[in-house]
């Protein structure tokens, strides 16, 4: 549902907060723990809260299903929730000590959290392996972005590689490169020809197991690395790290290596853990490979702006170009309509 933010109350208990939407909430039974007061205060002084228009409830209270015990049984309820700002109004008037001490450790998490982009726990991480194991895999799924990953071998290149010359050609076959050995030591497979071997507008998704919205884009679908399975990803993810620390590490002890170096290094790696490398690189598919997402992203679109339509799609009259008729249709329908549609289905 969110990400949980334990609030110590004591030295050894906590409540935990739900951090949602940049703002904290939390249910009436945890205010009643934060503020060591019984539920039914806690529920009075919100009625007069509401009453008296303080705040007003739309604003103040969002349900969230979460995992309740219920005997042996773990239930699944919808529970309203409460924001900071009710947190705060309410510690005005259950204990003004307690409400100022949860002040500033909520302005305090805020602040870190916006301006850091995240805030750690490291008691409980110390104390909680599988959580930190967690976190390390979180963390290294976000370094191994493509962008992470060339932003550290292009530091490690101004400082390491004597023939670095940004604008070189062999800088952006590199680049290509580098990627390109990831995802064939993973798959076998070029990214361009993931494309080819997986894209495809009968599979669920048209194949692409990583993408934004609730079905993916044209531009999603011509990047080979979205067709990758959780445990490819996995895999690719903890490659790229070996290299970023490489280059980090390079970088520190400023050593004098050239362009081949570096890639030699990445082939070294790839052997050293039991992948193929990849070699003679020229990606002679690309424009194929960029055509057949486009066509099949195209044709994955119409079959869902048909169903939109209510009509019941048969993938070999489709083929056959028997659902022509409904081409005004089908163009009428922007992509924008499409997903509103799509968002409208999942709420039900």
Known sequence: MSDLIPYPISEDE?????????TIWITQKGMARLFDVDVRT??????????????????TIRK???????????????????????????GYRVNSKKATQFRK?????????????????????????????????KIRELRANEKNVFAQVRECFKISASDYEPSSQEVRSFYALLQDKFHHAITLMTSSKLIMDRAGYKEDNMGLVSF???????????????YLTK?????????SEQFLLFAESAALMRKNLTMKDLQKYLDDLLKFNGYPVFNDYKDYIKDHAMEHAEREH????????????????????????????????????????????????QSL
Do not use: C
């Open 298 to 345: 195209a044709r994955f679109v119409d079959i869902k702006k048909l169903e939109m339509l209510g009509i019941e799609v048969d993938i070999l009259e489709f083929d056959s170009g028997n659902y022509e008729e409904y081409r005004d249709q089908i163009d009428a329908i922007s992509i924008q309509k499409l997903r509103k549609h799509h968002l409208a289905l």
């Open 14 to 22: 906590s409540v935990d907060l739900s951090f949602i939407d940049d």
């Open 105 to 137: 450790w909520a302005t305090q998490v805020l602040h870190t959290y916006i301006q850091d982009g995240y805030v750690v726990n490291e008691a409980l991480l110390r104390d909680d392996p599988e959580k930190l194991n967690k976190l390390a895999a």
């Open 212 to 226: 934004k919205e609730l079905f993916p884009s044209k531009q999603e679908a011509k990047v080979g690395k979205n």
């Open 231 to 239: 445990d490819e990803l996995y895999r690719m993810y903890l490659l």
């Open 64 to 90: 969230f299903r979460i995992v309740q015990k219920e005997g042996n049984r773990e239930v699944e309820r919808d529970v309203s929730h409460y924001n900071l700002d009710a947190i705060i109004a309410l």
């Open 42 to 59: 806690i529920n009075e002084h919100l009625k007069n809260i509401f009453d008296t228009e303080e705040l007003g409830e739309l604003a």
